[in-house]
């Protein structure tokens, strides 16, 4: 796991005793626990006790200055004020971390193909160019794969279709223009022929259907018939005497009793049918077509008078009237009406809506195929891809990293044959801990170290990317997650990495290059902020400082000066502002508690 480090840099200090060394390998300043302690008042004790303290406090103090001078050799008139001067230098602070090497371009070729290898045209450690035919491969399995995958497609196709046209049926349109009528009213399919010849009407009962907007309505209810009423046809049957003398486009005077009027028309078609009349005649058919005025109707009685020759030739009977185009109208598809049904009578024009309705599993199921139809498009797709590249190319400059096949050999599809990597660009995977990685970001500066046994490779480079989510192999139970970082590496004319090599690398998280620094013991927080005991020089003046709270410990001479704090390594922190170059500062750190407890601070607070 990659710690937090930083680069020690020497500060001038005088006086300093072995406990103000001691105190300098302490790190950032955080607010003292012991002060509020320290400097509360004091009960005083009975002066008998202290009378008996004394003697024993004055006992060990020359006891332990004996043992001191013994040991060290130091005189006991050795100063114990703790003072260092501030100077300038550089700050650095880093972490390290183990991380290993990868090809920042790699790909893993020939994956999910199956069939029999055919050629190998490269090996292991070869040098491959872009477009380099690497292998091949007999893709007889994937095209059985693809002829199933696409018989199944055509299958959820035809799905998608019928939804379509499902959707398309509930809602019923004009196939022409033209006059709704309502069921049972009478049309041309209602009109018979009598054997003689004559036509007869159907009796029926024309009923409206009225659909209002929110009602069901089931497949199969018919709306009604719709009419081409602006034209109107009559067959009538002439017998075989006039069949040279009748001819289409000739006039026809048509009479309808009904209506006692008559109007003009032109024969449209001549029938040499042979039809046998009840008297025994040989009878043809002749269609007669005009224009409605208006007040004409299917079913009406009607004959034709046609001029031929000079003749007028009358027909064997009467026929019925019949509209030019008519159509029944019929629900196709059950659903819900979205608006009233049109009223019968109405005319419509061409493809315009009579009855629109909404169904919710209509449309539920042209979603559900056209998904299926997506799902399957993209299996089609993939084998084909997987089809053209069983000729295996290099995609990319580079080397061979390992060819796992051999001429014959029959690939299964469950690992890639061949993976090929561009190692003349290579980064490394770190990865930094939960702790670290609020303090590194992409730009920052990194060193790397290969140790290959006998010989030690040193790199450069840069921070690439900092992951935003925890590796997810982070299984150990009450480890620290990690995230992932990527360094890129700066290349060295005459040094080559390969993938996969364990390094060691140090990543530069903050710098400050001829900064004014102290140790870090003479930072002590207080109520109005970070600040410095210092000692004025001769003749020099401070323009802010703070009072100092009675009860501390601190040599006269000495003011409290506040200050803006900047970086620290493990021994000194650098002066933003407020304190020059070559001032006193008191290091004023309660150094034997903050061993004791192992707090890693040292910084007292105060007020």
């Known amino acids: 796991m990659p710690k937090m480090t930083d680069n020690p840099s020497p500060v001038n200090q005088q006086d300093v005793t072995p406990e103000a060394d001691k105190a300098q390998k302490n790190t950032a300043p955080v607010r003292n626990r012991y002060a509020d302690t320290m400097n509360k008042p004091h009960r005083k004790l009975p002066k008998p006790l202290r009378i008996g303290l004394t003697v024993l406090i004055l006992a060990g103090l020359i006891g332990g200055g004996v043992y001191v001078v013994k040991k060290t050799g130091q005189s006991d008139t050795e100063s114990t004020i703790q003072t260092a001067v501030s100077s300038r230098g550089y700050l650095e602070t880093y972490i390290e971390g183990n991380g290993y090497t990868a090809a920042k371009t790699r790909a893993e070729l020939g994956k999910d193909i199956k069939g029999k290898v055919l050629t190998i045209n490269a090996h292991t450690g070869d040098t491959v160019k872009t477009g380099q035919v690497l292998m091949t491969i007999d893709p007889a399995e994937t095209r059985k794969e693809l002829e199933q995958a696409q018989t199944a497609l055509n299958e959820a196709q035809k799905s998608v279709n019928e939804a379509n046209k499902t959707l398309s049926e509930l809602v019923v349109t004009a196939p022409f223009t033209g006059r709704l009528l309502p069921p049972g009213e009478v049309t041309s399919e209602s009109t018979t022929q009598t054997t003689s010849g004559e036509s007869t009407t159907t009796p029926t009962s024309p009923e409206e259907v009225k659909i209002q907007k929110g009602d069901d309505v089931a497949s199969g209810t018919v709306l009604g018939t719709l009419v081409d009423d602006t034209n109107m046809r009559l067959e009538l049957y002439y017998s075989y005497a006039y069949i040279d003398k009748l001819k289409v486009g000739q006039t026809a005077s048509i009479s309808i009793p009904q209506t006692m009027g008559s109007v003009t028309g032109t024969v449209e078609k001549i ?171 992409p730009g920052q500066p990194a060193s790397i170290t290969m140790n290959l046994g006998t010989d030690t490779l040193t790199f450069t480079g840069t921070v690439q990317s900092v992951g935003l989510e925890a590796n997810k192999n982070n299984n150990s139970q009450g480890s620290m997650p990690t995230f992932p970082a990527v360094i890129s590496v700066d290349p060295v004319e005459g040094q080559t990495l390969r993938p996969d090599f364990s390094v060691e690398y140090r990543i530069t998280t903050a710098q400050s290059e001829d900064c004014i620094m102290v140790p870090s013991t003479a930072v002590v927080n207080t109520n109005d902020g970070v600040a410095v005991f210092a000692q004025p020089a001769e003749g020099q003046t401070f323009e802010n400082t703070l009072p100092i709270p009675e009860g501390s410990d601190v040599p006269d001479g000495f003011v409290l000066v506040p200050v803006q704090i900047g970086i620290s390594d493990s021994q000194n922190t650098e002066i933003v502002s407020g304190l020059d170059e070559g001032v006193t500062v008191f290091l004023a750190g309660p150094q034997d508690q903050y061993d004791q407890n192992n707090m890693g601070g040292s910084a007292i607070a105060v007020g």
């Open 271 to 441: 029938d040499r049918i042979e039809k046998i009349s009840n008297e025994g005649g040989r009878l043809f058919r002749a269609t007669v077509t005009f224009r409605n005025p208006g007040t004409l109707k299917a079913g009406m009685d009607a004959t034709a008078t046609i001029a031929a020759d000079g003749l007028n030739i009358a027909p064997t009977g009467s026929g019925k009237l019949m509209y030019s185009r008519e159509t029944k109208l019929t629900v196709k598809a059950a659903g819900k009406a979205t608006a009233n049904c049109a009223p019968s009578y109405q005319k419509f024009s061409a493809g315009q809506t009579i009855l629109a309705l909404s169904s919710e599993e209509a449309t539920t199921a042209l979603q559900t195929a056209q998904q299926l139809v997506q799902t399957r498009q993209e299996t089609v797709k993939e084998l084909n891809e997987r089809i053209a590249k069983c000729t295996v190319v290099s995609p990319i400059d580079g080397m061979v990293l390992s060819m796992n096949a051999t001429e014959g050999q029959e690939l299964l599809g469950d690992t890639p044959p061949c993976v090929v990597a561009d190692t003349d660009n290579i980064v490394i995977n770190a990865d930094i801990s939960m702790s670290d990685v609020a303090s590194v970001q």
